[in-house]
């Protein structure tokens, strides 16, 4: 994890490398959106379509109300498997490495 200084102050900036048994990007963005509870703000319509590759964003507010944005940023590799980042953006250090660990655990589908 590494620290990025913005225009509001400091951020934490993690990134996660994608690693899972999923296939299908789509079936991933879903997976991860249903495993941690976050709400997708890139548009339906933008995620229509079957083009071997993703971007996407979410939101999440703890119940201590911090924010975070997460970025998912997958592409499916002449071998079938899927490839990429998920980069997650806090003000506070504690929901950027709690969401961290879960999309660690969880995304092994």
Known sequence: MHLVLSDHGLLYN??????T????????????I???NMRCLTPPRALEGQCGYLAANLYA???FGEDALVNVSVEQTA?????????IRSKTQGIALSLGDKIT?????
């Open 14 to 19: 993690l990134q996660v490398a994608i690693n």
């Open 105 to 109: 655990l969880k995304q092994k589908g």
């Open 34 to 36: 249903a495993s941690t």
């Open 61 to 63: 507010r703890s119940v």
């Open 79 to 87: 071998e079938g498997k899927l490839a990429g980042y998920i980069r």
């Open 21 to 32: 048994s999923i296939t299908e990007v789509d079936a991933f963005l879903d997976h991860i």
